[in-house]
């Protein structure tokens, strides 16, 4: 039975970045219960937890939310640092990797999914995508660049495999950084897990170029772990109300724009038509921000959110 301690992810089966995740907890063996939430807005019991950030995946433990698979890796990493991903001299390498498999390279495979299968997506889906990144997902426009962007797609995919050929010349290429799997290959399988889902020959193909990677992604794929609890959204509202978050030193170093805890500031994902959460600031570092009394969400939880990719601004009264 999950209680303030469990990890709850708030997710969708097919949601990429849900999946990163879920590698990493089968890759830590780490028990966890999950909450299925909607593809698309409206998504009624995540926004009290949240305060209107919107995207999937967002990680639960009791009063404490956290935002981003950016910072969700990180803060279970820290937390729960048994079978560790992030080996010794690996420090801050998977971060930069991450910026490349979650923009550059997610653009391109978002455009792939959505390209080739754009007559058979949900109008719900297309009008939510567009209202979300302000983007043009007219059938037109995303057929016409479905072409490039494979070629893109599959300029990235050879990446990988450089990787692993160079790895293994130095005695130790079975992973992307080394004898273990680790962060890096956790943030490198979402792309071509996504791909392989909804655009099956076109993945394929470019697998049987890339052998190494195509062994490479099918023996990370085999990572069991635990099967979830499912929870529903209003059992974890639950917890959220009646667990308080970890303590947490009101702190803020040499902020660039002076930010000091108290303050009430509004924080966005900078690659998004603006969703701009408000709250109190509770502690701020240069990878991590936590708020406190955030609009529209539970008054007592700690929301927190990572600031690569992140705006920030100071809200007046
Ligand atoms: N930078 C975010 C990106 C997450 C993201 O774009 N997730 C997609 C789903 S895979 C999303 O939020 N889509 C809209 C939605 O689920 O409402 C992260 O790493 O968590």
């Given at each position: 039975?999950?209680?303030?301690?469990?990890?709850?992810?708030?997710?969708?089966?097919?949601?990429?970045?849900?999946?990163?995740?879920?590698?990493?907890?089968?890759?830590?063996?780490l028990?966890?219960?999950?909450?299925?939430?909607?593809?698309?807005?409206?998504?009624?019991?995540?926004?009290?937890?949240?305060?209107?950030?919107?995207?999937?995946?967002?990680?639960?433990?009791?009063?404490?939310?956290?935002?981003?698979?950016?910072?969700?890796?990180?803060?279970l990493?820290?937390?729960?640092?048994?079978?560790?991903?992030?080996?010794?001299?690996?420090?801050?390498?998977h971060?930069?990797?991450?910026?490349?498999?979650?923009?550059?390279?997610?653009?391109?495979?978002?455009?792939?999914?959505?390209?080739?299968?754009?007559?058979?997506?949900?109008?719900?889906?297309k009008?939510?995508?567009?209202?979300?990144?302000?983007?043009?997902?007219?059938?037109?426009?995303?057929?016409?660049?479905?072409?490039?962007?494979?070629?893109?797609?599959?300029?990235?995919?050879?990446?990988?495999?450089?990787?692993?050929?160079?790895?293994?010349?130095?005695?130790?290429?079975?992973?992307?950084?080394?004898?273990?799997?680790?962060?890096?290959?956790?943030?490198?399988?979402?792309n071509?897990?996504?791909v392989?889902?909804?655009?099956?020959?076109?993945?394929?193909?470019?697998?049987?170029?890339?052998?190494?990677?195509?062994?490479?992604?099918?023996?990370?794929?085999?990572?069991?772990?635990?099967?979830?609890?499912?929870?529903?959204?209003?059992?974890?509202?639950?917890?959220?109300?009646?667990?308080?978050?970890?303590?947490?030193?009101?702190?803020?170093?040499?902020?660039?724009?002076?930010?000091?805890?108290?303050?009430?500031?509004?924080?966005?994902?900078?690659?998004?038509?603006?969703?701009?959460?408000?709250?109190?600031?509770?502690?701020?570092?240069?990878?991590?921000?936590?708020?406190?009394?955030?609009d529209?969400?539970?008054?007592?939880?700690?929301?927190?959110?990572?600031?690569?990719?992140?705006?920030?601004?100071?809200?007046?009264?």
């Open positions: 039975m999950a209680s303030a301690q469990s990890i709850i992810l708030h997710q969708y089966e097919g949601s990429p970045f849900a999946e990163k995740v879920r590698l990493a907890l089968r890759l830590k063996n028990a966890w219960s999950k909450v299925d939430i909607p593809p698309v807005m409206p998504k009624p019991d995540l926004m009290p937890l949240t305060g209107g950030y919107r995207r999937t995946p967002v990680l639960q433990i009791g009063a404490d939310i956290y935002c981003d698979t950016a910072l969700i890796l990180r803060h990493e820290a937390r729960f640092p048994d079978n560790a991903l992030v080996t010794a001299g690996q420090e801050g390498t971060c930069m990797i991450s910026s490349w498999t979650d923009k550059q390279w997610f653009q391109t495979s978002v455009g792939i999914v959505f390209g080739a299968n754009i007559d058979r997506l949900p109008d719900a889906l009008k939510d995508r567009e209202a979300m990144t302000g983007r043009d997902f007219s059938p037109e426009g995303m057929k016409a660049r479905l072409p490039m962007l494979k070629d893109q797609w599959r300029a990235q995919l050879s990446w990988l495999e450089e990787r692993l050929e160079a790895g293994r010349g130095a005695g130790s290429g079975q992973w992307l950084f080394g004898a273990h799997p680790g962060m890096s290959d956790v943030h490198a399988h979402m071509i897990w996504f392989l889902k909804n655009v099956p020959d076109f993945a394929k193909t470019c697998l049987q170029e890339t052998p190494r990677v195509q062994d490479w992604f099918d023996r990370i794929s085999e990572s069991k772990g635990q099967e979830p609890e499912t929870l529903t959204g209003e059992e974890a509202l639950k917890l959220a109300r009646e667990a308080s978050p970890r303590l947490l030193a009101a702190s803020a170093g040499t902020e660039p724009q002076g930010l000091r805890p108290g303050e009430r500031i509004a924080i966005t994902p900078d690659d998004m038509v603006p969703n701009w959460v408000t709250g109190e600031l509770v502690s701020a570092h240069p990878n991590k921000l936590t708020l406190y009394k955030v529209g969400a539970i008054e007592t939880l700690h929301i927190h959110f990572p600031r690569a990719g992140y705006l920030v601004k100071r809200v007046e009264d």
